[in-house]
């Protein structure tokens, strides 16, 4: 007598940590200098040293009671007005306090979303792969289908045909995410205004507004080029899930919001709604010292530099061998064409040479893998020759 | 086209907010020296100085991408160790470190718990009055019926007769919170044996095991007597959730953890079906610097005694003035038979007089006042002479 369901997702353990499992282990029979592994996406730059510098600064300047005391639900209002400042200068939308709800991270930030904007379990989310795998559960938990859309190869873009044929009357939303993981890519202007104009119109034509969710952890995290568009300056019913995971490196703390676009039909119900599924999913409210924290931290940039670094020298080194992948402009993710076509069978093999990456089965990508280049920059460079002689076992 | 019940649930202020609220706005006019704020159960003693310090030497002694980095989904290992240690120490129950589930708070514990017991639509959960209110909510939202079952009144312990009627074969799960919100009682020996022994024979009459979720926020705010029994030496069926909030006075980290009893029937399933739910739901991990911190604290003790002192002010002087109320053991609430017997009523002729105290109905119990004392003695003191000026409204 227990939830199957939860207990599936339970137990299944997902392939990106199946591998990070492999690979301690291996690290701890071979060493750990022949395991290459590039399954993680976790941040291996060390958040800013302002961030540590405010956090014991605010346990000797700050009453403890109020330092760890609850938040309003929706977030401390003074963290909110800041970040609805910050975007407002940043991307120039007309965001205020009351449309920001602080969350523990991006994954709350989109399952409490879901949940507000999902009406009836007949619905769906529409999601151009390729995507991050957990989009499908936290999609299914919210009683909603999860419909994928396939992408173009050539750069990772959504298949705008395929886009328009999965969106329906029972629509309710759909999930971007650029700077994307698994591809690494940042979706051009023309990309986002092609999607704004579909879902504009597919909107239209239902009678009700179609939602457009924007995933954006990646946000800050570019290299050269333009920044990502935001895409609340192109489609009036957006809701931004953001996380400090990335931009911090605190993917621990747990720290992110939510902002509604105050323009967005019935924004304030959509406000309500998802503080309502805030409340219903048990977040109380986000972590209140870490909410003090990125207050203090906002206009801090990341230091990109060792992951564009890394970027050059993997993307460089590995087209030059003969592997076949986009130039990614953002995240820290590349996204190759598995040699032989069967990611997974090539994830297999790449074992034997001591690399670890994740088949792009999960990420609705068959026949790529990714590679998370959000490691030691040592690593990289001791992985070469292992990527060189697995790819000649495929020539 | 968003969720209507999320949209309810956020747009309908809780009773305690909304008087909290209203005080802060009184406060603003009339002066903080005219309000009596006992609506909230935030803990106004601070953590103690051990917390500050733990989180200070962290930032300076751990590496911070692991100090601010993912945990593994169910809480760092060493942390769930230490944890699994004090309550084999404390208790004496056989707890391992894979039965312990890192949570955001006592809230998120309590999500996942339901969401990983209820296993479909038509199930039900059996709460004994006075309860949390958002149990309501938490039940609803993980799909099954809430079902209280009536108190009596003489002493605030479950009404034994009811809660056999209110049990039947599709009862997932019965939720006990001792020492309990509102009414500040600690379950005797007696009444828990007597709960678990009830279960006990529900499980064998329907075959399948009912669990028992015990929520204990407040084990370690007890009063003289003796310490709260421990559930799970006398059910085996019985699921812990568990939060730093009170004990350490951090409700806003958001801190807490599940303990699945390891000898509870498919202890492993409901573990994993806990990992599952907490997936689900947008769990990534609980905060990491706090999981660190609490494993520095656990052996530390809330400064208790101010609560005791309040309580003594306001028990003695309430009932010396006349007012009808069972003396709390534990937490830091009163619950006080309302003069006229409409709460409602009283709780809004109280802010007359400046007091502020939440009306039971919320909580099971209409009728009934709860009164938080959890504040500065000096208010307690101060609102002696308007508690003694409202109860003379009702003679």
Redesign the interface.
């Known amino acids: ?11 299944v353990r997902s392939v990106i940590r199946e591998l990070f499992e492999y690979g301690k282990k291996r690290a701890a029979e071979a060493g750990a200098d022949k395991v290459y592994d590039f399954s993680l996406g ?6 800013p040293a302002e ?2 510098e405010a ?2 600064d605010l ?2 300047t700050t ?3 109020k ?5 309003s639900a929706q977030g401390d209002q003074g963290v909110r007005e800041a970040i609805a400042e910050y975007i407002r200068e940043s991307f120039g939308v007309p965001m205020t306090a009351d449309y920001i709800y602080m969350t ?2 991006a ?6 979303t879901l ?5 009836d379990k007949g619905q769906n989310v529409v999601v151009p792969a390729p995507y991050f795998p ?1 989009y499908k ?2 999609v ?2 919210a009683g909603a289908e999860f419909r994928v859309c396939p992408m173009r190869t050539e750069d990772f873009s959504p298949d705008m045909d395929a886009m328009e044929k999965a969106i329906d009357s029972s629509t ?1 939303a759909v999930i971007v995410n650029s700077p994307n993981n698994p591809s690494g890519v940042v979706y051009s202007k023309e990309c986002v205004e092609r999607i704004c104009k579909l879902l504009g119109d597919k909107s239209a034509e239902y009678g ?2 179609i ?1 457009l969710i924007s995933d954006e952890p990646y946000r800050e995290l570019v290299y050269g080029g333009e920044a990502p568009e935001y895409i609340m300056n192109h489609y009036k019913n957006t809701v931004v899930c953001y996380s400090y995971s990335k931009s911090l ?6 720290i992110g919001y939510i902002a509604v676009s105050p323009e967005a039909v ?1 924004a304030r ?22 909410q003090y924290v990125v207050k203090r931290c906002l206009y801090l940039s990341p230091d990109i530099a060792s992951y564009e670094e890394n970027r050059e020298l993997i993307y460089g080194a590995l087209t030059k061998m003969g592997y076949d992948c986009v130039r990614p402009d953002g995240a820290f993710y590349l996204f190759v064409a598995a040699p032989g076509g069967d990611s997974e069978a090539f994830s297999e093999k790449a074992k034997e040479y001591g690399i670890l990456v994740v088949p792009g089965d999960g990420f609705g990508a068959p026949g790529y893998v990714r590679i998370s280049y959000c490691v030691a920059k040592k690593t990289i460079e001791n992985s070469l020759p292992a990527f060189e002689a697995l790819l000649k076992e495929y020539k």
């Open positions: 007598m227990y939830n199957k369901k939860a207990y599936e997702l339970g137990s976790n941040p291996s730059v060390a958040p961030v540590e956090i014991r346990t000797t009453e403890p009671v330092l760890h005391g609850y938040t523990c991270g994954a709350a930030a989109l399952t409490i949940n507000a904007l999902v009406a957990e559960v936290f299914e938990a309710a009700h507004p939602y490196s605190l993917p621990g703390e747990r019935d119900e959509i406000y309500l709604a998802v503080m309502g599924a805030g409340r219903a999913l048990g977040y109380v409210c986000a972590p209140s010292l870490m």
